[in-house]
């Protein structure tokens, strides 16, 4: 079936550690984002990518990076835990520029660094 | 960049009744303005969506109209129903391959029995 998969779910990680985030879709799409969300919260974009080998900052500030190596897998990394990064990360994707401009949203990666 | 307010941040109306969200955007380039649907736990679903061409868009009991002079959009639900319940996001995007989308603070909607 045709959706956005986020890994892990829930994530409980000690300070200093080095975590990845997964992001994998299955529809096709070449756009993809990273948002942070506190739980009913504004949603803050962190980065975006347009299609393999294109990575953007996004409008709020990150110690995270991004990679997008393939067209469905974009994985976020945050290279040393801080109890400020513990938030929900949620993955988006959207379809080729044209007449659709909806974002379909992964379930999300609720993180909590101790 | 995009800026986008949201009121109000929360809003309690009896089933049945109306409920009215109001959006305003700062850049006069946006042209894409999308409503998503967040229930408690739930990933943001998109509901209605509307242009820059178009002043009102209808689904069923849902409605987005535009105002682009003003830089305001407004969403309306008629006939609210529990299942309304949820966190409600306005967003804006310039479009024309440039899909990034500027979201507004969200409306808790709760709709009592």
């Known amino acids: 079936e045709a959706d956005i998969y986020q890994t892990p779910r829930y994530l409980v990680i000690g300070t200093g550690k080095k975590i990845t985030l997964e992001c994998s879709q299955t529809?096709?799409?070449?756009?993809m984002y990273w948002y942070q969300q506190d739980p009913g919260m504004e949603l803050h974009l962190i980065h975006y990518s347009y299609g393999v080998n294109s990575t953007e900052k996004g409008d709020l500030s990150s110690e995270s990076t991004v990679s997008r190596i393939r067209t469905e897998h974009f994985p976020l990394t945050l290279e040393s835990a801080r109890p400020s990064h513990t938030s929900q990360y949620l993955c988006?994707?959207?379809?080729?520029?044209?007449?659709?401009?909806?974002?379909?949203f992964g379930p999300g990666t609720r993180l909590t660094v101790t | 960049g995009e800026n986008v307010e949201q009121h109000p941040s929360t809003l309690s109306v009896q089933e049945g009744d109306s409920a009215v969200i109001k959006c305003t955007y700062s850049?006069?380039?946006?042209?894409?303005f999308p409503w998503y649907k967040q229930e408690l736990g739930k990933r943001p679903q998109l509901i209605i969506d509307i242009r820059s061409n178009v002043g009102e868009k209808k689904d069923q009991r849902i409605a987005v109209t535009l105002n682009k002079t003003a830089k305001h959009f407004s969403l309306h639900i008629t006939e609210t129903q529990p299942e309304d319940s949820a966190v409600y996001f306005c967003a804006a995007s310039t479009g024309f391959g440039n899909e990034k989308l500027t979201f507004g603070t969200g409306t808790r909607l709760t709709i009592i029995p």
């Open positions: 850049d006069s380039a946006s042209n894409y």
């Open positions: 988006a994707s959207s379809p080729p520029t044209g007449a659709v401009y909806e974002q379909y």
């Open positions: 529809m096709g799409h070449d756009k």
